[in-house]
């Protein structure tokens, strides 16, 4: 049981910073962002903070929304929640230099890989912490509270709270592109692909 925590553990903080990290590659890559990643690009924005400071923005939303879910969906806090905020604006800043580091010049080609990089490791790190099942993080934990609310399919609350999550993070100055419309289409069956084989690979699961 220890040692199945242990893993747990791991896989969710590993899943974080790759989350952070293909947050921060989207942005750097600058051909849009993911429905999150145009939230943080926003606060961002209309904080007038700098591009490298994108970490800083993505923690006062994160702070903002735990506090939210705290009041209004408190059983959905957990130690998961807490995992997932604690490195993810390390992530992202991190994330940030690491793509400028690689990619020392933006021509459409390196643009192209490096947004291609950050999907991958987006979708892959969403994976490793769904696969973790230790707890939701702040976003997933607000469409839940909506969707007891509402009493509607997640499936459907989700595609509304991303739709809003574009149109405030656009009215905010968060870029929007070529990625928004793939993280919209190809997000969801590829993180649910990838967690599937993680299940398997990581549990056993035969399903």
Do not use: W
Request: glycine share 12%.
């Amino acid at each position: 049981m220890k040692k199945e925590k242990l893993i747990n553990l791991l896989l969710a903080v590993v899943g974080v910073i790759l989350v952070g990290t293909g947050v921060a590659f989207n942005a750097a890559a600058a051909l849009g962002n993911d429905p999150v990643g145009i939230v943080y690009d926003g606060i961002r924005n209309a904080a007038r903070l700098s591009p490298e400071q994108l970490g800083i923005a993505s923690n006062i939303v994160n702070v903002v929304l735990i506090i939210i879910v705290f009041f209004t969906g408190r059983h959905y806090i957990n130690i998961g929640t807490f995992i997932y905020v604690v490195p993810y604006g390390l992530a992202v800043d991190f994330g940030g230099r690491l793509y400028h580091m690689l990619f020392q010049t933006q021509d459409l080609p390196l643009q192209i890989l490096g947004a291609t990089l950050g999907c991958l490791l987006l979708y892959t790190g969403v994976a490793m912490f769904i696969t973790a099942d230790i707890g939701l993080d702040p976003f997933t934990g607000i469409v839940m509270v909506i969707r007891d609310r509402l009493k509607k399919e997640f499936k459907y609350v989700k595609v509304g709270f991303d739709i809003g999550c574009i149109t405030l993070g656009f009215s905010l100055g968060g870029k929007i592109g070529a990625i928004t419309v793939i993280t919209a289409l190809m997000a969801g069956p590829l993180i649910q692909f990838l967690s599937d084989i993680l299940k398997k690979l990581v549990k056993g699961d035969k399903k």
